[in-house]
């Protein structure tokens, strides 16, 4: 069997487990992936999901939809980029893994990347979001520091991708562990 059709496979069998699971606990899955209610509640509610294809188009579709106090309040579970993140659950779990790029940096950039968060907080209202996964601490940096140039307009859009990035990345995540569970 190919690689290709082994993954094809795994997804399906993944998305079966998650497809599978009561609404609560679908629910709560998904909560790690995004904690906006609203999401969270359609997207536990339109399954089964034929494909997993399915699931990511839902998904990204409701995030489209959102509101900009629907994305705040997504905004609310994030952590600050460079901060230690503490806690058991799924999602303070992934937050860890997310942000490894943080975690083998020296003080310094830890430093500036805690300034340049809260100048960015302070301009903004809000944490600074990023897709942390496959991005080192500089990046991240550079980033932030980057979008400080933005007004509040054109920073919107840009966290809407990073938001779905991120939760793009975390339904990956929680199809397999799904699985597992079941």
């Not at 839902?58 to 579970?77: G, K, Q, S």
């Not at 920073?155 to 339904?171: K, M």
């Amino acid at each position: 069997m190919t690689t290709a059709l082994l993954e094809l496979d795994l997804d399906t069998l993944h998305l079966q487990a998650f497809n599978r699971l009561d609404v609560q606990a679908a629910a709560d899955a998904l909560a790690a992936c995004c904690v906006t209610r609203r999401w969270v509640t359609r997207l536990a509610a339109a399954r089964p999901y034929a494909a997993v294809e399915d699931l990511y188009r839902t998904a990204a579709d409701e995030l489209a939809r959102f509101e900009w106090p629907d994305v705040l309040e997504a905004l609310d579970a994030h952590p600050r980029i460079g901060q230690r993140v503490t806690g058991d659950s799924r999602d303070c779990a992934w937050s860890r893994s997310e942000q490894a790029g943080t975690a083998r940096v020296g003080g310094t950039v830890l430093r500036e990347l805690a300034e340049a968060n809260a100048a960015y907080e302070a301009k903004f209202g809000f944490v600074f979001l990023i897709r942390a996964a496959g991005r080192s601490a500089e990046q991240m940096l550079y980033a932030c520091l980057d979008r400080l140039s933005h007004d509040e307009l054109t920073e919107q859009p840009v966290v809407r991708g990073e938001l779905a990035q991120i939760v793009r990345l975390r339904l990956d995540k929680m199809l397999r562990e799904t699985a597992a569970w079941n």
